[in-house]
């Protein structure tokens, strides 16, 4: 009977309270532009996070990819010989294994996470800057400032960074930004397969996996978002690389 009382009561309180004025303290209205995943989720939120770890992976494995790509193709074409060979035998090695396995073999053997998605695709792609670098310097190095340079007394280094390294400039951005698409798509398919980000991290490819089934039923849009953001990721980076080379086309200026 206490219980019951008391239940009417309260049932008696709410009622005295205004309508409007509980739904204007205690409602919320939210508008998602994109819809919602199956969790709930918004699909623009989750959209605009994943566009930081696209951009993450690309910048941090272009420069590991530049560092030993320009590190090993100058010392293979400028000094030519057992190094040019030595060189040029371990970048027909990794050439030789398909890019997608020896990312995959990479991060299974670094283990699943972000910065080991950095890693692997890093060092997948040093190996174009390489070749790139190495055949530049063999068309430089003879050329009459080296042959100059030398004969100043300058040191190999001072020669390599001063002199060669600012000349080749222009390709090796253009393959750069080649690389940000590349890896760009590479982390897409690995976070697809699930060994790129882990969860709750938003991931492009990520996002195309969990709702690709949707494709067939009413909720395509969930999967062909995270596409066309990565459609139009890769294509911006590469009309940016040939803007970068033609400004830094020395010949047509």
């Known amino acids: 009977m206490i219980a019951l009382a008391s239940l009417s009561e309260d049932t008696k309180i709410l009622s005295g309270f205004n309508k409007e004025l509980i739904e204007e303290n205690f409602i919320v209205s939210k508008t998602f532009y994109l819809g919602t995943d199956r969790f709930g989720r918004d699909l623009l939120s989750r959209l605009m996070v994943a566009t930081r770890v696209s951009l993450s992976v690309g910048l941090i494995a272009v420069l590991i990819s530049l560092i030993i790509g320009i590190g090993l193709g100058s010392l293979a074409g400028f000094y030519r010989g057992w190094v040019d060979k030595i060189i040029l035998w371990f970048i027909n090695v990794i050439w030789s294994i398909p890019t997608l396995l020896l990312v995959v073999a ?36 003879e050329q009459q400032y080296v042959e100059a340079g030398r004969a100043l007394g300058f040191n190999d280094s001072r020669i390599i960074l001063r002199h060669i390294l600012p000349n080749i400039i222009g390709p090796v951005i253009v393959i750069a930004a080649s690389n940000f698409a590349s890896a760009i798509l590479l982390e897409a398919g690995l976070s697809f397969l699930g060994m790129g980000a882990q969860p709750p991290t938003p991931s492009w490819g990520m996002m195309i996996k969990e709702n690709y089934s949707y494709i067939v ?18 294509l911006s980076f590469t009309l940016l690389g040939n803007g970068l080379r033609d400004a830094f086309d020395t010949r047509s200026a």
């Open 106 to 141: 990479i991060t299974m053997a670094l283990g699943k996470g972000f910065i080991q998605v950095f890693i692997a695709v890093g060092l997948t792609m040093w190996v174009e800057v390489a070749r790139l670098v190495r055949g530049q310097f063999f068309s430089l190095r």
């Open 217 to 234: 039923v009413d909720a395509a849009w969930l999967a062909i978002f995270p596409g066309v953001a990565i459609a139009l990721m890769v």
